[in-house]
């Protein structure tokens, strides 16, 4: 058994995913070429936004944003600390300061209250200057986006969607990479929607963003590539990766149905004995991980593994723990929610082309369990 499997999705698509590459290896526009633009169009249809502009990994993705909203040192970004390393690392490498927030227990994502205390406390230091918001959609779930989004307008800040697992996800029927300002996504082979490489995007209705956003990705281009009007990066999306893509994206809404299937089958044999994903009503879930917490995590996950099913553990160092960004002082008394989750939660296989027999095997494993009970 397989924790995410890519090869069986490739058997699926292969007809059509080596068609879609040897057009590419036909007509040669290797950089730039007509997929690249098409699959933004796509993109930007299905999430319901004005511009999509592809990049080269979903940590570009992030980065250029930092780079069209002008982040800089003495300013504040505030962000969960359970996440991804990637959304905290371009805020430093910005040169701003990362702000860490705690996360909501149930959900895993930023909790709102504790976001405006941290907003408050930079504020009442004076020292810094806020300037925007990355919520994170984490495994799959939008961020709070009912509460953030007011919230960024009470402070005047940019909110910045990092949809990375998230692409896929809904609240009310409004899609993920349509919340907040700018929103971003990867496309890095694991995540709900990925290539067959790295890959990324950004998504924005700002067409003043838009057009920063396709200057920098681009060495800082004006006219031409050759007339270079700020320092930008080279961070496009490679055509064969487009290619792959637009096959991925054709599949794609079929493929979140059959994991919101596999998801309620999880929860329902579970859900009696286990803390399971919450799922608030109203939101949908793209189940980059399907996530459960227990104090006896490291025990079950050895039970599973003794018996051929591979787990994972989606984060087991917060943002505040990290090596790189010990300098900035905090303990987990100050993000207690999300460092306990670090100690505590861990993911079961979850891919569009796993049986329900293997959700089945899996959970009576764990039901079976003498730790679980
Ligand atoms: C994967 C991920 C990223 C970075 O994407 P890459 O394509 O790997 O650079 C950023 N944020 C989150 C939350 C992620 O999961």
Redesign the pocket.
């Known amino acids: 058994m397989q924790f995410i499997d890519l090869a069986a999705q490739y058997q699926h698509l292969k007809q059509r995913i080596d068609d879609r590459i040897q057009t590419v290896l036909n007509h040669g526009h290797y950089i730039m070429g007509p997929e690249v633009e098409q699959l933004e169009q796509q993109l930007a249809d299905y999430v319901g936004v004005k511009h999509c502009i592809s990049c080269a ?4 993705a ?1 980065q250029l944003t930092m780079m069209v909203l002008d982040i800089k040192p003495g300013d504040v970004v505030f962000c969960p600390t359970f ?2 390393f ?2 905290a690392e371009v805020i430093a490498y910005a040169g701003a300061t990362p702000v860490f927030v705690d996360s909501d227990a149930s959900t895993f994502n930023i909790c709102p209250q504790h976001l405006e205390q941290q907003i408050e406390n930079v504020l009442r230091e004076g020292k810094l200057t806020p300037k925007a918001i990355i919520a ?1 959609d ?1 495994f799959g779930l939008p961020a709070d986006y009912l509460q953030l989004e007011p919230l960024a307008e009470k402070y005047g800040l940019t909110l910045i969607e ?1 949809a ?2 998230g692409f896929g996800g809904e609240i009310n029927g409004k899609r993920a990479g349509s919340f907040g300002d700018i929103a971003t996504t ?3 082979p694991a ?1 709900p929607l990925g290539c067959y490489g ?3 995007a950004v998504f924005t209705n700002n067409d003043d963003y838009a057009a920063l956003f396709r200057s920098y990705r681009v060495h800082g281009k004006g006219r031409d590539k050759y007339d270079n009007v700020r320092i930008g990066i080279n961070s496009r999306l490679d055509t064969i990766q487009a290619a792959v893509l637009l096959e991925k994206l054709a599949t794609f809404p079929q493929e979140l149905q059959n994991r919101n299937q596999l998801a309620r089958q999880y929860t329902e044999l579970l859900a009696p004995t286990l803390q399971t994903p919450v799922v608030p009503s109203d939101y949908l879930s793209s189940w980059a991980q399907f996530t459960l917490v227990s104090a006896q995590r490291d025990e079950l996950m050895a039970n599973l593994k003794q018996q051929g099913v591979p787990t994972m553990v989606y984060y087991a160092t917060c943002m505040h723990q990290q090596t790189a960004f010990k300098s900035l002082g905090y303990t987990d008394k100050d993000l207690p929610t999300a460092s306990r989750l670090a100690k505590q939660v861990f993911s079961l296989p979850m891919h569009p082309y796993m049986s329900e027999k293997d959700v089945g095997f899996i959970t009576s494993l764990l039901l079976n369990d003498p730790l679980v009970d």
């Open positions: 990994n979903g940590t570009d992030l996440t991804f990637a959304t994170v984490l990092d990375a697992q990867s496309f890095f995540k790295d890959g990324g």
